[in-house]
């Protein structure tokens, strides 16, 4: 099987979208308890808990995202500085002497 960076980037992002949704949805069910007067305390404590988890799972994604970013720009230069041909010098007057 092929591991490679590229093949968990896209599970990751799946992985995370999935989470978000799952934790919308159940803000949206607190929230449909709290007009109705339900004491939602504890639920409330459990979404703040999740969201903070969420919000670094977020960080560590886009930084991963941006990492990846950056090392592929760099990988391309380093490719394309082999092919290019060399800069001729710049000769001053006093050089040429």
């Known amino acids: ?41 504890f639920l409330m404590k459990i979404s703040v808990i999740w969201g903070a988890i969420l919000a670094i799972k977020w960080y560590r994604y886009t930084n991963r995202a941006e990492q990846k970013t950056r090392a592929e720009a760099e990988d391309f230069e380093q490719r394309r500085s082999k092919y290019v041909r060399p800069r001729r010098p710049e000769w001053k007057d006093k050089d040429l002497v």
């Open 1 to 41: 099987m092929n591991y490679s960076k590229s093949s968990t980037t896209p599970n990751a992002k799946a992985r995370f979208k999935k989470s978000l949704s799952t934790y919308l949805g159940y803000n949206l069910i607190v929230f449909i308890f709290m007009i109705l007067g339900v004491g939602t305390s």
